[in-house]
């Protein structure tokens, strides 16, 4: 079928079924194109929140599905791809963080919401890389566990320094797979640009940023920035709505490695057959989700 008969019957699925389409900053360029609305992690779980669709189609990865679920039980949420997973989330299990905690009784849990909803249960709030620094700030104790992002985590504690962090090691492929050598040489190829990256990044490579932010953040900046030339450190994905909503200013992504491969998973195709289908269901138990949502729930009461 041709691309554009396949959006038509997405669109008219859309309407029939009263949903709506989310999709991360990072997918394919054609699934962003037919979205209802594009976004960071926070964003996205903002909408899922206070949409008042029957059904959410989220095209992203497994976790941000499960947030959305997490915070709508009323609604179906569907992700196209199952198989999407984020690797970096699955480096933190519950078994590990509750013996973390007995290591550090008392001392709370900030949780990047690049987590499984059970981890998230087992956490005092969460985060995204959007609001990560308000949501440690907001907090009045002075010591803190932070999970599962080694680096967001490390990026956070230098914009707060008067708290002590315990990391957990975790990391994100995708970015830690952009090196210094591989900056540096994008910088001295176009010494004009500005450098931008996520903070999920190594640090060694923040270090090297003009600007260091979510991926909605990286919108806003360059949308305001005089500069017409940028060297961009973080998901491919990412440059599609850079360029359109900036068609005088030239994005370099920083390194070729910087494909996630689960966030290029999801086609026009899977979306059509989710909606045909209504799967696959994203679910969460009541139990888990109650808990989960108690740690977000804060976290979209701090102020930004
Ligand atoms: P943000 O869109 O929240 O910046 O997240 C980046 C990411 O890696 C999501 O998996
Ligand atoms: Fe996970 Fe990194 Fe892919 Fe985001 S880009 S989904 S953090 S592996």
Redesign the pocket.
């Known amino acids: 079928m041709a691309a554009d008969d396949i959006k038509q019957q997405i669109r008219q699925l859309l309407v029939e079924r009263n949903a709506v389409l989310l999709a991360?900053?990072?997918m394919r360029d054609e699934v962003q194109e037919i979205a209802d609305i594009t976004g960071?992690?926070?964003a996205l779980s903002m909408e899922a929140a206070k949409t008042d669709a029957d059904v959410i189609v989220f095209c992203g990865?497994h976790f941000m599905a499960e947030s959305a679920a997490i915070l709508s039980p009323d609604k179906q949420v569907l992700l196209p791809r199952p198989d999407a997973g984020?690797p970096m989330a699955d480096m933190v299990t519950v078994e590990g963080l509750e013996a973390l905690k007995r290591e550090h009784p008392g001392v709370p849990v900030v949780t990047y919401v690049?987590s499984s909803a059970e981890v998230k249960a087992h956490s005092d709030i969460c985060c995204?890389?959007?609001n990560a620094t308000s949501v440690v700030r907001s907090l009045t104790d002075s010591t803190l566990i932070f999970v599962p992002d080694r680096n967001l985590g490390r990026y956070v504690a230098g914009q707060v320094p008067d708290k002590k962090f315990i990391f957990w090691e975790g990391y994100?492929p995708t970015h830690e797979r952009m090196t210094v050598e591989a900056v540096l040489q994008k910088k001295a190829a176009h010494p004009d640009a500005l450098f931008i990256c996520?903070p999920?990044s190594a640090p060694a490579v923040t270090a090297l940023a003009d600007h260091a932010c979510?991926?909605?953040g990286m919108y806003d900046y360059c949308r305001k920035s005089s500069a017409k030339k940028f060297i961009v450190g973080t998901?491919a994905g990412i440059l599609y709505k850079l360029r359109q909503e900036n068609p005088d200013k030239e994005f370099i992504l920083a390194s070729p490695a910087l494909i996630c491969p689960n966030m290029k998973l999801t086609s026009l195709e899977d979306v059509l057959h989710s909606l045909q289908t209504m799967t696959p269901v994203v679910r969460v138990p009541e139990d888990v989700r109650v808990k989960a949502k108690a740690a977000l729930d804060r976290m979209l009461a701090v102020p930004r």
Do not use: F, M
Request: proline share 0%; glycine share 0%; with cysteine.
């Open positions: 991360h900053n990072y960071d992690s926070l990865v984020c690049n995204t890389s959007a994100c996520h999920e979510s991926t909605s998901e």
